[in-house]
């Protein structure tokens, strides 16, 4: 089944980077982008950007631009998302999610299970 | 840049009633470019509806979505217990390239 896992938890001091993993299986990795999303406590959900694990080529939302970093290892299915200068605000669950295109509808399918990232010094 | 407002915040109902959630644009949106995802505590979200009306595989036919342009609706017809949750709507496609609405959470009264 398509399945997403991501890495686990991590804690942080603040001014650090952190550097969250998700592994794909079940379907071809290259075929789809990948998107990264988070939550802070208590709080909504917030798109931080996309990477195509085919080129590689990345978007990121212009409030994460100059601090995150998407990458991919093909060889292993896996994505990154690696956030830098990190604040306390920056405390949040990261999803990895599969971005579905199909005749000209789109949506988020499957959702990795979280990766709670918390900074605090 | 295209925000999505979700009305109720809070939405108080029994098991059995019928919920109604609406997410409204600021700007036209393309209706395959909606979807709503259902997410309960501890977990990630859930793919309910994609294209706007359209449910996701093995999802039942109680959750319905309808809408077009500006204004958007999911519609849980008869509310059953696994379904009180936090319920997103999400476009795709315009700047920024994906925005989430606020959430709407369905509680037991």
């Known amino acids: 089944q398509v399945q997403l896992v991501q890495s686990g938890a991590e804690v942080k001091k603040p001014g650090a980077s952190v550097k969250v993993s998700c592994k794909a299986s079940?379907?071809?990795?290259?075929?789809?982008?990948m998107h990264w999303v988070r939550q802070a406590p208590g709080q909504g959900l917030e798109w931080m950007g996309r990477i195509n694990p085919n080129s590689g080529g990345t978007n990121y939302a212009q409030k994460f631009q100059g601090r995150v970093t998407m990458t991919r290892d093909t060889s292993i299915s896996t994505a990154y998302m690696e956030l830098s200068r990190l604040r306390s605000d920056d405390t949040a669950v990261y999803y990895c999610?599969?971005?579905?295109?199909?005749?000209?509808?789109?949506?988020?399918?499957?959702w990795g299970q979280g990766t709670l990232v918390t900074v605090s010094s | 840049e295209i925000v999505l407002t979700q009305s109720p915040g809070t939405l108080s109902l029994s098991p059995g009633e019928r919920a109604t959630l609406s997410c409204r644009a600021s700007q036209s949106v393309s209706s395959s470019y909606l979807a709503w995802y259902q997410q309960k505590p501890g977990q990630a979200p859930r793919l309910l509806i994609y294209g706007a009306s359209s449910r996701a595989t093995g999802i039942p036919d109680r959750f319905s979505g309808s809408g077009s342009g500006t204004d958007f609706t999911l519609t849980i017809s008869r509310l059953e217990p696994e379904d009180f949750a936090v319920y997103y709507c999400q476009q795709y496609g315009s700047s920024p390239l994906v925005t989430f609405g606020g959430g709407t959470k369905v509680e037991i009264k």
């Open positions: 079940g379907y071809t990795f290259t075929g789809y982008y």
């Open positions: 999610a599969r971005f579905v295109a199909v005749a000209g509808t789109y949506w988020f399918d499957p």
